[in-house]
C-alpha cells in the first residue's frame, strides 16, 4: 500500500467506491469523470455513464478527457443523442446516483453555484447550475465533491441552486415535490459527510488518513455531528491509484 | 461570416450559441460579432465555455438566459464575474437556466406554447430569481424562450443549408426550431447529393437556415468530433490571463480585434496538433426505395 496519493486521488478513489455494481450514473465533470472510469474498470463492471451533453456509455473513454464533450468520449459509446433525452431517463428515476460539483454546501447539503451574497448585487457570482439542479432533483441519490474549507462549508447555502434536504425538516424533499432521494455523501478533502437514511442533517462519517476529527471541525462553518464510531477513510489502493494515473496520466484533475 | 453576422446578428439580438455544450462552439461567429461591435445581446444556452465570458468581456451583451457561464476545464468566468458583481464593463442582466430548464424553454419556443411543465428545479432558488420560471402545483412552468437567431457548427453542411452535425447534439435541435433563423458554420461545404444521402442527419429544416459559412476550424479551442480535438491549453492560457480586466484587453486584443479573420486567427496555431488523425467513419445506412 503507498501512501503516496494526492488529495484529489482520495476524492476519486473514494468517490469510485459510491458507485455501485448496475447503477446508471450520472457522471458531470472533473474528478467524477475519473472516479466512474475507475469503479467502472474495478468493482462496478456494468456501472453505465450518463453525460448531459447527450451521451451514454458503458465503460469509460479510452483517452484523457477534458470534457464529457471530448470527442473520445463518444467513440464507442452507447448512445450519442440529444440532452433533452439523457434528461428524460433521469426525470423516469432511472439515474441512480448522479456527481455535482459544488462551491458551497451546507449542513442539509443544498448546494449554491449561484450566488454569493445577495443575487442583486452578488459578492462572487459563480458560474450557475448546468446541470446541477436537475441532477440534485431528479437522480435517485447523488454525491459532491469539495475542498474542505469554512467558506465552503457553510451553516445555510445564501443561494440554493442544486436542494438537498432543504430546511433539514423530515420528509422536505417529498412535501415540495422532489422525485428523488437526495445527497447520499459529501466527499472532501478531509473526510466524507453523510446523512441519516431518512435525510436530514450531515454527520462525519469517516476521516481521511492523516486528519483528525478536530481538523474537520475547525474547517467546517458549523458545529457538525460525528458519527459514533467515526472510522478512517480507507485510502486508496493500488490497483485505484493504477486506474486513476491510467485515466488521467498528466494529473490534470489530479495532480494540478 | 462577416457578412452573415452584420445581416442576421443585430444589436440587441437574442441569440442562442454553443447549443451543443462542449464541443461545437461557434467561436468564429462569436468574434466576429466582437469585431464588429454587436451591443445590447441576450445570449442563449446551456453551459458556455468560454465563449459567453468573452463577448461579455467585450461588452456587447445586455442579458443572459442560460444555465451555466464559465470555463469547463478551469473553473469560473472572470468576465461574467466583473460583469455581475461590478457592473464591468457593463451591468449584466441574467436568467438563470438549469440545463434541463433551458432545453424545455427552447421547447417550449419551437412548440409555439408559452410554457412548458417539469419536475425540475422544485426546492431550487432558481425559481427566484428567473421570472420565467412558476411553480405551479408540484410542477414548474417553463416559459419559452425564442431566440432571434440561433448560430451553430457543424461538420459539414451543404449551401443551400442542410447541416450534418454528430456526436452529442446537446440542445442544438430545439434552439434551431425555436430560432426565427439559423446561421450555420461548417469544417466542410459538401454537395447536396451528400447532405441529401443521409437525412436522419440534419439537423433543421432548411428553411430555417439564412446562412452557411464554410469556416475551418470556426469551433476552435472546442473539439469537433472527426475533425478537431479540444485545445485544453488554449482555455487553460484564456482562464490565466482574463483574470483581470486589463489581461483579458490583452488577450481580445491579441486573439479577436487585431485578427482580420479566422484564417489569420488559426495562422498563429498549430493546428495540426489538433488535427484528428485516427478516422472511424460510421457504417452507411441503406435508403434504398425499389
Redesign the interface.
Known amino acids: 500500500m503507498t501512501t503516496d496519493y494526492t488529495p484529489q486521488e482520495l476524492m476519486v478513489a473514494v468517490a469510485s467506491r459510491e458507485i455501485r455494481d448496475g447503477d446508471t450514473v450520472f457522471v458531470g465533470?472533473r474528478l467524477p469523470v475519473l472516479a466512474y472510469a475507475v469503479a467502472q474498470s474495478s468493482h462496478a463492471p456494468s456501472a453505465r455513464g450518463l453525460?448531459?451533453?447527450?451521451?451514454m456509455r458503458s465503460r469509460p473513454a479510452e483517452k484523457f478527457l477534458?470534457?464529457?464533450?471530448?470527442?473520445p468520449n463518444?467513440?464507442g459509446a452507447l448512445w450519442?443523442?440529444?440532452?433533452?433525452n439523457a434528461?428524460a431517463l433521469m426525470?423516469q428515476g432511472h439515474v441512480d446516483l448522479g456527481f455535482i460539483g459544488g462551491a458551497e454546501v451546507d449542513r442539509f447539503g443544498n448546494l449554491n453555484t449561484?450566488y454569493v451574497g445577495d443575487?442583486q448585487k452578488?459578492?462572487?457570482?459563480?458560474?450557475?447550475?448546468?446541470?446541477?439542479?436537475?441532477i440534485?432533483?431528479?437522480s435517485r441519490r447523488w454525491v459532491t465533491l469539495m475542498s474542505h474549507e469554512r467558506r465552503r462549508l457553510v451553516d445555510r447555502v445564501s443561494?440554493?441552486?442544486?436542494?438537498g434536504y432543504?430546511d433539514g425538516s423530515p420528509g422536505?424533499?417529498r412535501r415540495?415535490?422532489?422525485?428523488g432521494g437526495g445527497p447520499s455523501a459529501i466527499v472532501t478533502t478531509l473526510g466524507v459527510l453523510r446523512f441519516p437514511d431518512d435525510g436530514g442533517e450531515a454527520f462525519l462519517a469517516t476521516v481521511h488518513p492523516g486528519h483528525t476529527v478536530e481538523d474537520v471541525l475547525a474547517e467546517t462553518g458549523w458545529p457538525l455531528q460525528v458519527a459514533d464510531h467515526v472510522s478512517e477513510t480507507s485510502a486508496p489502493t493500488d490497483s485505484e491509484l493504477t486506474a486513476i494515473r491510467h485515466f488521467d496520466p498528466q494529473g490534470?484533475w489530479t495532480r494540478a | 461570416m462577416g457578412e452573415a453576422i452584420e445581416r442576421y446578428v443585430p444589436d440587441g439580438a437574442t441569440v442562442a450559441m454553443g447549443t451543443?455544450?462542449?464541443?461545437l462552439i461557434p467561436f468564429a461567429a462569436g468574434h466576429e460579432m466582437i469585431r464588429q461591435g454587436r451591443r445590447d445581446l441576450e445570449l442563449v444556452g446551456?453551459?458556455s465555455?468560454s465563449l459567453f465570458d468573452q463577448l461579455i468581456g467585450a461588452g456587447c451583451v445586455r442579458r443572459v438566459t442560460?444555465?451555466?457561464?464559465?470555463n469547463?476545464?478551469e473553473?469560473?468566468?472572470h468576465c461574467?464575474?466583473r460583469?455581475?458583481?461590478h457592473g464591468v464593463p457593463r451591468s449584466l442582466e441574467?436568467n438563470?437556466?438549469?440545463?434541463?430548464?433551458i432545453?424545455?424553454a427552447l421547447?417550449a419556443a419551437a412548440w409555439n406554447v408559452p410554457s412548458l411543465p417539469?419536475?425540475?428545479?422544485?426546492?431550487?432558488?432558481?425559481l427566484?430569481?428567473n421570472p420565467g420560471l412558476a411553480v405551479a402545483g408540484?410542477?414548474v412552468q417553463v416559459n419559452a424562450v425564442q431566440p432571434d437567431v440561433a448560430i451553430v457548427h457543424v461538420q459539414r453542411a451543404d449551401q443551400l443549408g442542410r447541416a450534418h452535425a454528430?456526436?452529442?447534439?446537446?440542445?442544438?435541435?430545439?434552439a434551431g426550431l425555436a430560432a426565427e433563423r439559423v446561421i450555420v458554420s461548417c469544417e466542410e461545404l459538401v454537395d447536396a447529393s451528400v447532405t441529401l444521402s443521409d437525412p436522419n442527419r440534419i439537423l433543421f429544416p432548411e428553411t430555417k437556415v439564412v446562412a452557411v459559412v464554410h469556416e475551418l476550424g470556426g469551433a476552435h479551442p472546442?473539439?469537433?468530433?472527426?475533425f478537431f480535438?479540444?485545445d485544453?491549453a488554449f482555455?487553460r492560457d484564456y482562464a490565466e490571463r482574463s483574470r483581470t480586466a486589463e489581461g483579458f484587453e490583452s488577450w481580445l486584443r491579441e486573439w479577436v480585434l487585431e485578427v482580420k479573420d479566422r484564417a489569420s486567427y488559426l495562422g498563429r496555431l498549430d493546428m495540426e496538433s489538433l488535427r484528428?488523425k485516427s478516422h472511424?467513419p460510421s457504417a452507411p445506412a441503406d435508403f434504398g426505395d425499389d
Not at chain 1, 415540495?176 to 422525485?179: I, V
Not at chain 2, 442560460?66 to 464559465?70: K, L, N, P, T
Not at chain 2, 417539469?118 to 432558481?126: A, K, M
Request: hydrophobic letters at 40%.
Open positions: 465533470m453525460f448531459e451533453v447527450g451521451l477534458g470534457t464529457m464533450g471530448d470527442p463518444v467513440v450519442a443523442t440529444r440532452m433533452s434528461m426525470a449561484s443575487p452578488p459578492k462572487v457570482k459563480l458560474p450557475g447550475s448546468g446541470g446541477g439542479a436537475d440534485a432533483i431528479l443561494f440554493v441552486t442544486s436542494p432543504g422536505w424533499r415540495n415535490g422532489l422525485l490534470f | 451543443a455544450l462542449e464541443p446551456p453551459i465555455d442560460a444555465a451555466w457561464v464559465g469547463v476545464s473553473g469560473l468566468g461574467y464575474r460583469a455581475c458583481e441574467v438563470d437556466h438549469s440545463n434541463f430548464s432545453s424545455l421547447w417539469t419536475r425540475t428545479l422544485l426546492g431550487s432558488d432558481i427566484r430569481t408540484d410542477l454528430w456526436g452529442p447534439l446537446g440542445i442544438s435541435e430545439e472546442s473539439p469537433v468530433q472527426g480535438s479540444r485544453h482555455y484528428i472511424r
